[in-house]
């Protein structure tokens, strides 16, 4: 029988398991990862929204830039290799010229993609100086043509020959941030008044879903048109753009105030909020301390999937030409010019901005979905 | 059954007199009051203004005088007179303007509601039943799509291609011929050849909420004891499904009526305007730009009106069809 010689181990040879602690934050995003879709929207949603910011970089023309040279110029897409004579191909990023035809019949000059010409397209290309989002001074575009006065349409041109993809780049700008813009000012004034009614409940709560409800029973694009046509007509672009943030969070404000409503409801009564109150927390400590950032990713996850309905509804006032007005470049007013049948056969590329609003509407309602599956502790 | 109906006439009273005053703040909304405007484009055209008849006119809409004599007085005409006020633009009185185009908006709508519910009821059965079949898949990402194009967009896009195939434009909702005609068998296929268009915009983003609910309630009514034991007893499948789970799930399908009609007047606007519909809907944008306040306050306001009246109807249909409703405490 052998000596079984017992060894305390040594204290340092321990090996010491280091308590991981996953924040909620860790918790939510691996829970976020498994879902797919969400992810890929996600990254959809970033890449739209960084378009956004560096939108003069990317665009390669001012959106305001027009050239009645070329009106109506169909969309030049981009070649990156070129064809020599002998068949060989080499790395040469170009856009075909065009060849214009008076149709006689029609009166008016059409035009054609002519294969023959090549207009070099340099990347990085420089230009003239701007300020990035307004601030950083730069003089070098992501895309560029290298001859002055060649012409570059990617995406096409429009009525007055400007540039389809600059003015999409820039509205983009726009329809994004007024969706942001409009969901904050809701957040802000839903987080309140939900808030209120459902700590406090009693006649302020009942008063404050009498008022949701109706106004979600009302039909908003009137409602909406009739706010936004008393908005005078000599305001600027800044004043209009404030204008109808504010009108589309007017409504939008009653979605969010039900459902910090319903979480405040549900969470008054659970015992550490009771055991705050009997610590003699006060009011504000209790709701901003304990409550809200239990449910902060829920209403964050509810925000998301506000903002689809904000983009959509600039898009659709604008549309109607009683939202944001020409100078500025969204979605919505680049719609406008898509409106009769006429422009619509002889430039359809002006739908574009369309596809671009069901793609980012898409993307965000993945996005949200999954966020809110994710938010909730009690989902899988 | 009859105590729910009154409580909730008397809400819906409520609401229209809510929704009255809502419009009337938007009739008041721009600067200016209606009569300065009026005066103001009389003297651009020219006329002579009568004095008397500024006077007469002061005195029947109240101006100058408290908003809330104001509204009085709008109100009463609407109630007792049924005197909407006149529009000016038009020159005429705002009733000779609006019933007609009303009721077209109402035959569009219904007939979405319609469509809607014929299209999204067998498809969402078919895709509970068949879950993660390729109909279901087609079927969830129809409807997501479906969701995400706006409503006008897709009106474009039909109207394009129906102009790049067919080569014809749609729009409008009847031949010239049968523009002023009495409703005859010609008429109605007129219509129909017209409506479909509208209609099948409309329905969209509808039918694909709809058939997203129906399929996750039926999901939910399949797995119960109750469907097995149907099965059990050697009822067909058809008739298992068919009798019990579905009619259990097409229960809470009555009650978005209540908010799917909302979107639809909603929707309904900006489709007319993009299809040039002699519906409400471009007549209302004509008089919000041109600042035509009565005639834009009354077509919110029966705008709003129909969805209400809408609503109380779904609410009425549900407390018929499913009496935990109709007994339970509100």
């Known amino acids: ?380 | 059954m009859l105590g729910f109906i009154g409580r909730r006439l008397i809400a819906m009273v409520l609401t229209m007199w809510a929704v009255s005053f809502v419009a009337f703040a938007i009739i008041q909304l721009p600067p200016g009051d209606y009569l300065t405007t009026y005066m103001a484009t009389l003297a651009a055209n020219g006329d002579r203004v009568d004095p008397a008849t500024i006077e007469a006119l002061r005195q029947q809409y109240g101006f100058g005088e408290p908003y809330i004599v104001q509204y009085w007085k709008w109100i009463s005409g609407i109630v007792l007179r049924g005197d909407f006020g006149q529009s000016f633009e038009w020159k005429a009185p705002v009733t000779s303007l609006i019933w007609g185009r009303l009721g077209n908006s109402i035959l569009l709508e219904g007939l979405a509601v319609i469509v809607m519910w014929l299209v999204a009821v067998p498809i969402g059965i078919y895709a509970a039943v068949r879950k993660y079949s390729l109909g279901d898949y087609l079927a969830t990402i129809g409807g997501f799509i479906g969701l995400a194009i706006p409503n006008f967009f897709f009106a474009l896009i039909l109207m394009y291609l129906s102009f790049i195939w067919f080569g014809e434009t749609i729009g409008g909702l009847f031949s010239p011929q049968y523009e002023a005609a009495r409703w005859s068998p010609g008429r109605v296929w007129d219509f129909l050849s017209h409506a479909w268009a509208p209609v099948l915009v409309l329905s969209m983003a509808g039918t694909a909420e709809l058939i997203r609910i129906l399929r996750a309630n039926l999901l939910d009514e399949l797995k119960k004891p109750y469907v097995t034991t149907a099965r059990a007893k050697g009822l067909s499948e058809f008739r298992t499904i068919l009798k019990y789970p579905v009619r259990v799930a097409l229960n809470p399908l009555i009650s978005t009526i209540g908010w799917l009609l909302p979107a639809l007047v909603s929707s309904s606007v900006i489709v007319s305007v993009v299809l040039n519909l002699p519906t409400a809907g471009p007549l209302l944008l004509r008089s919000l730009t041109s600042q035509d306040m009565f005639l834009a306050g009354a077509i919110i306001m029966l705008l709003g009106m129909l969805t209400v009246i809408g609503t109380l109807v779904s609410d009425l249909l549900l407390a018929w069809i499913d009496p935990r409703i109709r007994y339970g405490s509100k």
């Open chain 1, 1 to 380: 029988m052998a000596v079984q010689t017992l060894t305390r181990p040594a204290v340092d040879t321990v090996p010491v398991v280091r308590a991981k602690r996953e924040s909620q934050f860790d918790l939510m995003w691996r829970r976020f990862r498994q879902h797919r879709l969400a992810l890929v929207s996600l990254w959809i949603v970033v890449a739209f929204y960084l378009v956004a910011i560096f939108a003069e970089f990317l665009a390669p023309t001012d959106p305001g830039a027009y050239s009645a040279r070329y009106t109506y110029a169909p969309p030049q897409g981009i070649q990156l290799f070129s064809t020599g004579e002998d068949g060989s191909w080499r790395l040469a990023p170009h856009v075909n010229g065009y060849a214009s035809e008076i149709d006689r019949k029609a009166m008016r000059r059409t035009f054609v993609i002519d294969p023959e010409v090549e207009i070099p397209v340099q990347f990085l290309a420089p230009s003239e100086p701007y300020l990035l989002a307004g601030v950083i001074p730069m003089s070098v575009k992501f895309i560029g043509v290298t001859e002055a006065r060649a012409p570059f349409y990617i995406l096409g041109a429009d009525r007055l020959g400007r540039d389809l993809l600059s003015r999409l780049i820039h509205g983009t700008r726009i329809s994004l941030s007024i969706g942001l813009a409009g969901v904050t000012l809701s957040l802000f004034f839903g987080i309140i008044i939900g808030g209120f009614a459902g700590y406090y409940g009693g006649w302020f709560d009942s008063a404050v879903m009498r008022v949701v409800e109706f106004i979600r029973s009302m039909p908003t694009i009137p409602l909406w048109l009739g706010l936004a046509a008393a908005m005078p007509k000599d305001w600027s672009a800044l004043q209009t753009y404030f204008a109808i943030t504010i009108i589309l969070s007017l409504i939008g404000w009653t979605e969010l105030a039900r459902v910090v409503r319903g979480r405040f409801l549900s969470l008054r009564t659970e015992d550490f909020v009771t055991a705050a109150q009997l610590d003699g927390a006060s009011d504000w400590r209790i709701i901003t301390r304990h409550m809200v950032p239990s449910f902060m990713s829920h209403i964050i996850a509810a925000a998301t999937l506000a903002i689809p309905g904000m983009i959509l509804a600039e898009t659709a006032l604008s549309f109607l030409g009683l939202g944001l007005q020409a100078p500025i470049v969204s979605w919505g007013t680049l719609l406008q010019d898509a409106q009769n049948i006429r422009t619509l056969a002889t430039a359809p590329w002006l739908l574009t901005p369309g596809l671009c609003v069901v793609v980012v509407i898409l993307a965000m309602n993945f996005f949200g979905d999954g966020l809110r599956d994710a938010a909730d502790p009690h989902g899988r």
